[in-house]
Every structure is written in C-alpha cells, then in structure tokens.
C-alpha cells in the first residue's frame, strides 16, 4: 500500500465530501479511491470512513487519521522543496486564499511573488471566510488573505500578518462618463445610499455581514434586489443594469476602468475593516511560504496593496 498516496486521498475527501469529486481532484477512478479507503481502514484495524449511499463523513477515529495525514502531507511537501530547490531559487507550489473581495489584491500579491520567485508556482483561490479558517487549520492552504478581526474572535492558532484597511463605497452608474476612467465622488451615507436597488452579496458572506450591520447602525437595512456570491457577477449588474451596489475599496480598484461608473465613499457610519495575511502558527514554513511571508511584509508591497484598496486617491 502507497501510504502516502491514500493520505492525499482521504485528504481530498474530507476537503470534497464526495467519492467522485474526490477521485476526480486526484485523477483517480472512484473504484479506485474506495478501495484504497478500505485498504487504509484495513492497515489501522479501524473504521474511517461513514459510508452510506453517498459519503456521510469521518469516524471519531478516521479525524484522527485525517490529522495525521495532514501533517504528513504538509511535512512531504517540505522536503520536497527542500530538495527541489537550490540556494537562493525557491521552487515549489504555494495555495494562496482569499475572502472574494480580497482577491484582486491576493492576484497582484501572488504576480509579484512570481517576479521575486519565479520557481515559486501560486494557486489562487476564492473562499469564504470559513473556509479560509479550515483551509489554514487542515493545511490544505499556505496562507489566506481575509478579515483578521475574525481570527481574534476565533482565537485560533494563526499567524496574522496586517495588510490594509478596508473602506466601503457606494458604486453606480455616473450621470455622466469620466474621460480618464471611473470618479471617486463625494462622500454619501449609508442611510442615503439605501434609497436605491442594491446588488449584494449572498448571506452567508463575511462581507455582507459587515455591509448589513453598517445599513442597521444607519437606521436602514436593506433588501436587496440582486443577490449572488460571484463578484464578477456584482460588478457587471451595476454596469449591465439599474442597480447600484456597495464594494470595499480593493474590488472599486480593480473595476476603475469602467469610465461609465462612479465609486463615493461611504461614511455615517465610518466602517473600516482590517485585512491580513494568515499562516498556521504550529508548523514549520516551507521555503515557498517563508517567502511569501515575506513579501506581505515587504514595505514596498505594502504601499503597492495600499495603493489598490482602502480609501483610494480620488
């Protein structure tokens, strides 16, 4: 029995909760994948897997396999770079996540890493808050780009690396279009903005969360009139139809060349929500993640992320 090759496979489908989406992330049949299951349970003498027509979850005991498995993968991953890679050429994959909203700013940071790294090979994804949490705790993700406020709530083993301060605006269509790209406008409140048919994001996000308390302390929740968990598909609502929508600053930069929209920050109340890099505290870094690390540190990077979220220069 590949030890090592059924460790990644329960990994996958814990993180899939599903024998074919699972079989399928490793390029495996599903036949395939079951059997190395009963062929992992048989080598511990326990039960792993709750089976019942589909995938129901893990045993008590098969949590404690998983753990183990984890850690194995992530200590394989190690010495793999290690060995791969030569003095000052860090070679190896790094899985980089991110809060919807945060994504293009993890975009530009994974660019730049590849700039200093080129060895170094950036998987970006989209995830929600939670999932962020569980990605950092399992080590199925190096390092998650999201609200840090939430790490203190959570109490949790994670490494907080501070990036930027998130501020919110109102983004519409301009009464006219600007010549040199999207307006920064003139402050409006919440309350105000709450007059019009918002495009939002889903309920169980983070983000609108924060977005809904900001309208309450304002005196004016809201109902959306378009709801979705795709940000694309909030941007091009504003742009494609009659509605208007609230982003923070890091999503407002990377839509500035629509020159037919206009973007006014939001105040009353103030809400500034901080942003940040974090890593699993309780495990060594790879060479990969040491270098990350170290660019969310670097001021030059720092100014660049600024640059591109937060309040914005009008």
Known sequence: ??????????????????????????????????????????????????????????????????????????????????????????QGPLRLGAVPTAIPVLARFAAMLRVRQPGIVPAVISL???????????????????????????????????????????????????????????????????QHPLAMLTPEMHNRTIIDSAFATAGTPVKPAIETNSILSLALSVVEGDVSTVMPGALVAAVRGYRELEANPLTSPEVRTPIGFMSNALTQPSRAL??????????????????HSGLLAA
Not at 49 to 63: D, M, S, W
Not at 290 to 307: G, S
């Open 1 to 90: 029995m590949n030890v090592l090759a059924s460790m990644r496979y329960l990994v996958a489908l814990n993180e899939q909760k599903h024998f074919g989406r699972a079989a399928q992330a490793c390029h495996i049949t599903q036949p395939a994948l079951s059997n190395a299951m009963r062929v992992l349970e048989r080598e511990y003498g326990v039960v792993i897997i709750r089976r019942g027509r589909t995938f129901v979850g893990l045993t008590p005991e098969g949590e404690r396999v998983l753990a183990s498995a984890q850690r194995m993968l992530h200590e394989h991953n190690l010495l793999q770079q290690e060995l791969k890679s030569e003095a000052g050429r860090v």
């Open 128 to 194: 929600s808050s939670s999932e962020l949490e569980a990605g950092i705790d399992s080590l199925s993700l190096d390092l998650a780009l999201g609200y840090t406020e939430r790490v203190r709530e959570r109490k949790s083993t994670v490494t907080v690396y501070p990036q930027y301060i998130e501020h919110y605006f109102y983004l519409h269509r301009a009464a006219k279009p600007a010549a040199g790209g999207m307006k920064i406008g003139a402050r409006v409140k919440w309350k105000d903005v709450a």
């Open 290 to 307: 040491a270098e990350a690390i170290a660019l969310a540190q670097d001021k030059q990077w720092l100014r660049h992320a600024a640059l």
